[in-house]
């Protein structure tokens, strides 16, 4: 079933679990989420970047029909919706909600851009994610500032723009780790009791289960993984077999990372 991604973080903040959001590029990437939701009777969000495919609405309708029939909730996310008009085209092709990013400017902009995404979305009743601080890429960890989320300025962010969830910076990085992860969990929890809204942690992947499953302890209910669900694929479909089955190798790859991420996220039977 299609839902918001509102209904299923609020769900998942108040019982304590997390939500994956494997980032999915076409059919088959989103149909092995969905299989790996079902078979763990789990909720799901199908996490979408604007540039990883030519043509976003038919995109976006082939996963609205998908997640419909589901037996699972499933929401279809546009994540780190770039402009106001990529926020458009994503609403137009049936996502569920939109991400808005403008972590790289100023808190002002970031206020103003988001609450603008947040009154078009809800009219037709989407839910909206942004972020502050900013979640920096993985190939410069270490070798530059990280800009935390402050939870003082978290509150007004929230209460001035009614942003559904917020992606917060707390160490972790987008892509592969040149240095060790460093999360900052005591700020997860002074946001977590600071805002009244579900968190997001971005840059999941190669942050280790157990930093990801205390961030969940401490408060994060979406957990957005993309790289270590392709790399699983590449590697399963460089294993030995038919040429003709390494498709199916590298979706069975990706889908067996997505149920392992599921379960740790002890999201299981809660769909």
């Known amino acids: 079933m299609l839902v918001p991604m509102r209904d299923l973080l609020d769900k998942a903040t108040i019982e304590g679990y997390g939500v994956v959001a494997p980032n999915v590029i076409n059919e088959c990437t989103a149909r092995v989420c969905i299989e790996a939701a079902e078979e763990l009777h ?5 996490d979408v970047g604007y540039v ?3 043509d976003l609405v038919f995109l976006g309708r082939m996963l609205e029909e998908m997640a419909v029939r589901s037996s699972v909730p499933i929401a279809v996310n546009l994540d780190h919706g770039a402009t106001y008009e990529q926020v458009m085209w994503a609403l137009r ?9 403008r972590s790289t400017a100023s808190f002002e902009v970031n ?25 920096g890429d993985g190939f410069s960890y270490g070798r530059e500032a990280c800009l935390y989320t402050d939870p003082l300025q978290a509150v007004e962010f929230v209460k001035q723009t009614s942003v559904d969830c917020l992606a917060i910076s707390v160490g972790t990085a987008h892509g592969v780790y040149a240095g060790k992860p ?10 977590r009791q600071a805002v009244d809204i579900p968190l997001v942690l971005h840059g999941g992947s190669g942050s280790g289960d157990a930093n990801l499953q205390k961030a ?10 993309g790289t ?44």
């Open 42 to 46: 789990a909720p799901l969000i199908l």
């Open 52 to 54: 990883f495919h030519p």
């Open 93 to 101: 092709a049936g996502f569920t909600s939109v991400m808005i990013d």
């Open 111 to 135: 206020v103003r851009d988001t609450a603008e995404i947040v009154k078009a979305a809800h009219a037709v009743q989407a839910s909206v994610e942004a972020e502050l601080g900013h979640v």
């Open 182 to 191: 460093q999360l900052d969990f005591k700020r997860i929890r002074e946001i």
């Open 216 to 225: 969940i302890q401490c408060g994060i209910s979406k957990i957005n993984i």
């Open 228 to 271: 270590d669900n392709f790399t699983a694929a590449i590697k399963a479909g460089g294993q030995a077999g038919e040429p003709h089955m390494v498709y199916h190798r590298m979706q069975q790859g990706f889908k067996d990372m997505v149920k392992h991420y599921m379960h740790i996220f002890h999201q299981e039977g809660k769909a």
